[in-house]
């Protein structure tokens, strides 16, 4: 899947993180931009609409605002979190902010291939390393460790990817933004 602009195609996914003791199963809905690699995350102990609703209204949907650029198209599976009749949450957010939902085919995780490896990203240099260090007793603690591990991933961390070359995802961004400005 390619994209032109920052904002123009998200690629979403939910991640089975873990059972964490005393917490229970936990979940990663992430959200990554397949202009720049720009990513987001929202840790949640289900895999309900609502939770993947929550990563877009609070974190994606105003990172995107601060830029003044539209979100255009969400990437899912057919997940049940993302998927459903017309009065499903997921659905429903997405017509209500003018997004457009497009679907993989069933069992081709490939096609959402930019989240797909933002998942073994985050698994080996985020989760594999911090659940070996630290006992989270909440899901809140392991969200903070996950938003510092983030702030690194898009702002600090190269990625040699052909879209970044070499770049930080932030940098992919802003120069497109700046060239638009």
């Given amino acids: 899947m390619e994209s032109g602009t920052p904002g123009e195609l998200l690629s979403a996914d939910t991640f089975f993180v873990g059972t964490l003791k005393g917490i229970g199963k936990v979940y990663l809905h992430a959200v990554v931009d397949t202009f720049g690699s720009y990513a987001f995350g929202f840790l949640h102990v289900s895999k309900q609409p609502e939770a993947a609703v929550a990563v877009l209204h609070n974190d994606v949907l105003p990172f995107y605002r601060t830029l003044d650029l539209p979100v255009k198209a969400v990437l899912t599976d057919n997940g049940r979190e993302f998927c459903g009749t017309e ?5 429903l957010y997405l017509d209500l902010n003018a997004i457009e939902h497009r679907r ?18 985050v698994l080996e240099e985020f989760f594999r390393v911090k659940m070996r260090e630290t006992f989270y007793e909440t899901v809140e603690a392991l969200q903070a460790d996950l938003d510092a591990w983030l702030v690194h991933y898009n702002t600090e961390r190269p990625h040699l990817g052909y879209r970044n070359m070499g770049r930080r995802p932030i ?3 802003m120069s497109f933004v700046s060239q638009e400005g």
């Fill in 87 to 91: 009065k499903h949450p997921y659905e």
């Fill in 104 to 121: 993989t085919k069933v069992r081709t995780p490939k096609t959402n291939g930019f989240v797909e490896r933002f998942n073994g990203t």
């Fill in 171 to 173: 940098e992919t961004v």
